[in-house]
């Protein structure tokens, strides 16, 4: 954020509903090198405008080169083709104080100046020129050609002003305070790097950074902000639209020529958006763990820039920067910080901020949008932090003190670790009494001939109440009471004699359920089967399908998809439909649970029941091959169905 020279009395000033005078003023240079001055006589005081952005795509991202636009009306008889290529400066005057202390008054003025520009179009509609100009970041369009650059960040940039004529704002003890400051870089065509703005734009993503023209037209490079630079008020605006969430990082993947390399947080229950770096070029070259350890210095830097997205429309003033980050003390509600990521400044027209970031709740962010689960799964692999999503496959109802399973999954820890379990599960909930009813004593009250109140008491003197009678009863909605347990290898946790349960008290309806549970002291390489149940108290409980989303999130975890050494099958068995057997009439329930593990190349034999037909609905993670002896019965994936006479069936590896 620029700082004028009387910065306090600028504020007053600038935020004034009564605002004092203020102009803006400066010179076009033409490429003849004549000259003309602006002012309140050829510029319409609504007629400029300056914008400027340090990212794209609505996401905050490393490595932003982006022009800034200023665009002006003059009213001029000169030819609109020689403003081509004319340099613009301009700076913005207001006055914050008057001095009384001599003889005259003397007022007092700060000065904001907008940088240099450049000329690109103009066209006259009327009596006047409308110009659009561009900052000295256009000098950075200049091609590389064969040129190989080479170096740290500073002798990149010395190299890269030496070429340009784009005169630098810093120096080389100003760029220690930037990620990866001191690490060497290298910039080529072979790259896929065409220009100047593209070396400039791979420093700043292994600085993690963005460029810009500052307001002397210089090269300056900015990290963004992590702590307030200016606050804002309700009374400092005309309007302000805060976003309902945060955002933050909980990881950063960057990719160049030599892989992907990955840092993300050891908090394995944060939510946030993860930075995908995709083309980084100053991640081509190097060791392995030199590239690792520039990726974690920037996800260091990263970790800390937390804010919140915003819209503000307010009166204008120039000395915003992109990056700034401005605390907002709204009118209802918490303050929030909100980092800049565009503005345009109107002259007299007032000018809008915008703070832009990524939901992370969005997609049901706790496995992320499906680009980041990517990047994430990528992250996982260099901390090991693994999660298995699963929900449930077929709508499950439960009637009054009944119980039965909403979700299971199996998964097998690499090592000795602990997990985090995390759900929502909705529920449509059937109260079997509306309404309960509850009687109440109610004192008997009288007043004094005063008007104080007293209580009626008998002649022993105890308080008289009313009983029995309908202004006692209590009525209320009927509820149920709806109990989720879980179990881990059909073990309830912690122990089968003090299960955890979580409790719901609800009234009739739609609800969602939250829950998480710990899932502590896993053993490695051994199997993990974790199971839901539901229990309804005083109601019916249904969970439509697939509305059980839960995750399991934890350290060397790994998801068992194949098949387990467990095979579940529910279903009526009933007369053989292609007549095999030719036996009529025959319905029953059947319900199978092999729970013996067996290696890949192993077969097991089940004992079911002495039916000589049956058909099986579901069967599953089965891996495996059921034949039919008197025929074959093809299920999902290839399985078949085989029964033998005294009734079992044959499960063998495929």
């Not at 030819?79 to 001095?99: E, N």
């Not at 990263?302 to 429309?313: F, G, N, R």
């Not at 980092?339 to 496995?367: C, D, R, V």
Request: charged residues 20%; negative net charge; hydrophobic residues 35%.
């Amino acid at each position: 954020m620029y700082r004028t020279e009387h910065w306090s009395k600028y504020q007053d000033a600038i935020r004034s509903s009564d605002r004092p005078f203020d102009t803006v003023y400066g010179t076009v240079t033409f490429t003849d090198g004549t000259t003309m001055n602006v002012d309140s006589s050829n510029l319409p005081s609504n007629s400029i405008s300056v914008s400027k952005e340090c990212i794209e795509n609505g996401e905050l991202m490393f490595g932003g080169v982006f022009l800034g636009t200023l665009k002006l009306s003059l009213i001029t008889d000169k030819s609109r083709y020689a403003f081509y290529g004319a340099k613009v400066d301009l700076t913005y005057k207001i006055k914050v104080d008057t001095d009384t202390s001599g003889e005259t008054p003397v007022d007092i003025y700060d000065e904001v100046p907008f940088g240099a520009y450049t000329v690109t179009s103009a066209d006259r509609p009327t009596d006047r020129v409308n110009i659009t100009a561009y900052d000295n970041l256009k000098l950075l369009d200049k091609e590389i050609g064969d040129t190989y650059i080479t170096g740290t960040p500073w002798e990149v940039l010395s190299y890269v002003s030496s070429v340009t004529g784009f005169e630098l704002a810093f120096t080389e003890s100003d760029l220690t305070s930037f990620p990866n400051y001191n690490y060497p870089m290298q910039a080529s065509k072979e790259q896929n790097i065409q220009t100047y703005r593209g070396v400039v734009k791979i420093v700043c993503q292994l600085m993690g950074c963005f460029a810009y023209a500052d307001r002397e037209g210089k090269l300056q490079l900015k990290n963004f902000s992590v702590l307030p630079d200016t606050t804002l008020s309700f009374s400092d605006w005309y309007s302000c639209v805060p976003a309902d969430y945060q955002c933050n990082y909980i990881a950063i993947s960057v990719t160049g020529m030599k892989g992907t390399y990955t840092r993300a947080t050891s908090d394995i229950t944060a939510i946030g958006n993860i930075m995908v770096i995709e083309d980084a070029p100053a991640w081509d070259f190097g060791a392995d763990d030199d590239l690792q350890a520039r990726t974690d210095n920037l996800y260091t830097y990263l970790s800390t820039i937390i804010y919140t997205p915003a819209d503000i429309s307010m009166p204008s003033d120039p000395t915003f920067d992109c990056g700034d980050m401005v605390h907002l003390i709204t009118r209802k509600g918490s303050p929030v910080n909100m980092l800049i990521t565009s503005y345009e400044w109107k002259f007299h027209q007032g000018m809008t901020l915008t703070s832009e970031g990524i939901n992370p709740f969005l997609e049901g962010n706790t496995a992320l949008a499906t680009e980041s689960q990517r990047i994430l799964n990528q992250a996982i692999e260099k901390s090991r932090l693994q999660f298995v999503s699963f929900t449930n496959t077929k709508a499950v109802e439960v009637g009054d003190s009944q119980t039965a399973k909403i979700g299971e999954v199996t998964f097998s820890p690499t090592t000795d670790t602990s997990a985090l379990f995390v759900a929502t599960v909705l529920v449509d909930v059937d109260v079997d009494d509306e309404q309960e009813t509850e009687e109440v004593e109610v004192p008997v009250k009288a007043y004094t001939a005063q008007g104080v109140e007293t209580v009626v008491t008998d002649l022993q003197g105890n308080p008289l109440s009313l009983t029995g009678l309908a202004n006692n009863t209590y009525i209320r909605d009927g509820k149920c009471d709806v109990s989720i347990y879980y179990t881990l290898n059909d073990v309830k946790i912690p122990n089968n004699d003090t299960p955890y349960v979580a409790v719901e008290r609800l009234e009739s309806g739609r609800h969602v359920i939250t829950l998480t549970y710990p899932l502590i002291g896993l053993t490695a390489y051994q199997t993990a089967d974790f199971e839901i149940f539901i229990t309804s108290n005083g109601g019916t409980v249904s969970v439509p399908v697939q509305t059980l989303q839960a995750t399991i999130l934890g350290q060397e975890i790994t998801p068992l998809n194949g098949f387990t050494g467990k095979i579940s099958a529910e279903d009526e068995i009933t007369l053989n439909p292609i007549g095999m057997l030719g036996l009529v009439n025959m319905i029953e329930t059947v319900t199978v649970d092999m729970t013996d593990a067996v290696t890949k190349s192993a077969s097991d034999t089940l004992v079911l029941y002495n039916m000589p037909s049956i058909s099986v609905k579901t069967i599953q993670e089965a891996n495996v091959q059921i034949f039919m002896e008197t025929g074959r019965l093809l299920l999902e994936d290839g399985a078949y169905l085989l029964l033998e006479s005294g009734g079992k069936i044959i499960l063998e590896d495929r």
